[in-house]
């Protein structure tokens, strides 16, 4: 066990971090898979991991998770997998500050606190891997998705500089920038919109003919245009882990690969009607 190479994952209820704990447990690795609910983290504690709760918005099970990891490991971790996220769409005149605080501390505030208590242990054992998932919504921005979209384009100039200031240390960082991937993240994205925006508000919206066919198409999972399972996520992860030398960025699915070059290489306005666009061809 001891020779074993270590990863503590969040968000491994369902999706990309369930796959990424199943996928690289096979791979040989030592998973640590975390769960903002206890009880997934107990569904899979009987499926023979060592998880843990783990909730971003929750700084004692942050650190218990953490303690508890290193314990097992004698103080030791080669990898972390920031992967715990969900979206809240709705238009930014109708989005309550407090809602955009919430979102910010689940993908934002928690995984820089997660991160910091993991560097120390990196740096002591001269090397280290931290892999964060971002999005193509981390490169360019889509309407009503504006608390998303600011999580995870603040996640980017986080990364870019966590990778700067690391430079030497041994630990490599990267991000995954993934489009459209097979989960439940469309259907909770609608969950939160009622959660934080409501039924009210949205009626009395100047968005909601939008809002009623975005989240009729969200409430059936979304989008189904170049969605990929989770597993193309994961082989990105398998290179940002196992390879001699990470990339700084991974594309995952045609859509980022596409915007990720158009941006580069358009003028903003061109870019804004593309996104304008294919926003409505998924309406």
């Keep these: 066990m001891k020779d074993k190479r270590s990863i503590l994952i969040t968000g491994c209820s369902t999706g990309i ?9 096979e791979r040989g690795w030592q998973v640590f898979p975390t769960c903002r609910k206890p009880e997934d983290a107990e569904h899979l504690r ?14 004692e099970s942050i ?11 004698g103080g030791r971790l080669d990898a972390l997998f920031n992967n715990g996220a969900y979206g809240l769409p ?16 689940t993908n934002f505030f928690g995984w820089h606190e997660l991160t910091r208590l993991v560097i120390p242990a990196m740096r002591k054992q001269g090397h280290g891997r931290i892999v964060q998932c971002s999005s193509i919504l981390g490169l ?16 980017e100039g986080y990364t870019d500089t966590l990778r ?12 995954i920038e993934p489009g459209p991937i097979q989960s439940r993240f469309s259907q909770n994205a609608v969950r939160m919109f009622f959660k934080e925006i409501g039924e009210d508000a949205k009626n009395a919206s100047h968005f909601r003919e939008s809002y009623n066919r975005r989240l009729t198409m969200l409430s059936k999972g979304g989008t189904t245009k170049f969605k990929l399972p989770p597993d193309a ?7 940002a882990i196992e390879a001699p030398k990470a990339k700084a960025r991974y594309y995952v699915t045609v859509p980022t690969y596409i ?10 306005s061109l870019v804004d009607i593309i996104l304008r666009r294919f926003a409505k061809s998924e309406e």
């Design 46 to 59: 009987s499926e023979g991991f060592d998880a843990f709760h783990l909730d971003y918005c929750d700084t």
């Design 140 to 155: 360019v921005a889509m309407d009503y998705r504006g608390a998303y979209n600011a999580t995870k384009f603040a996640l």
């Design 17 to 25: 971090g369930y796959s990424a704990a199943y996928i690289l447990r």
């Design 233 to 239: 996520v994961v082989k990105k992860l398998i290179h």
């Design 259 to 268: 915007m990720g070059t158009l941006r580069r290489l358009l003028p903003t």
């Design 90 to 105: 709705g238009a930014i005149e109708d989005l309550p500050t407090d809602a955009l605080r919430r979102q910010f501390e």
């Design 164 to 175: 700067l200031e690391l430079h030497g240390s041994g630990i490599q960082v990267s991000l």
């Design 63 to 73: 650190q218990s998770a953490v303690e508890s990891v290193l314990k097992i490991t």
